[in-house]
């Protein structure tokens, strides 16, 4: 199993910027992909970026093309989102993913998840 805990959430005022982090943990080596996915309440948990642990490719959903970046410090095992000119619509719980083949921005292809940080965007 792979075990993942995000950090970095909190409060910020419109157009600032907060950076959040996953550390994993055991099974690492059976990822392929992370990926960061974010959730209000009563909607679909929404894909936002991804990147590969071997060639560090990614890939971002229009919403955030931009404005956030996606990035892993393999030596750490720990993959990081830098969110700048943040909007109240970003504002959601920020879940971060591990794949282990593919990771693209379907949900139903990562295997293991973390418990989520709040991020909230005030007007």
């Known amino acids: 199993q792979v075990q993942l805990v995000e950090s970095g959430g909190g409060l910020v005022q419109a157009g600032g910027s907060l950076r959040l982090s996953c550390a994993a943990s055991?099974?690492?080596?059976?990822?392929?992909?992370m990926g960061w996915f974010r959730q209000v309440p009563g909607k679909e948990r929404e894909f936002v970026a991804r990147?590969?642990?071997?060639?560090?490719?990614?890939y971002y959903a229009d919403s955030v093309k931009g404005r956030f970046t996606i990035s892993r410090d393999n030596a750490k095992n720990t993959v990081f989102l830098q969110m700048n000119s943040l909007k109240p619509e970003d504002t959601a719980v920020y879940y971060c993913?591990?794949?282990?083949?593919?990771?693209?921005?379907?949900?139903?292809?990562?295997?293991?998840w973390g418990q989520g940080t709040q991020v909230t965007v005030s007007s």
């Open positions: 055991g099974r690492t080596f059976s990822s392929y992909a």
């Open positions: 993913a591990s794949a282990s083949l593919y990771g693209s921005s379907r949900t139903h292809e990562y295997d293991y």
């Open positions: 990147i590969t642990w071997t060639t560090g490719s990614t």
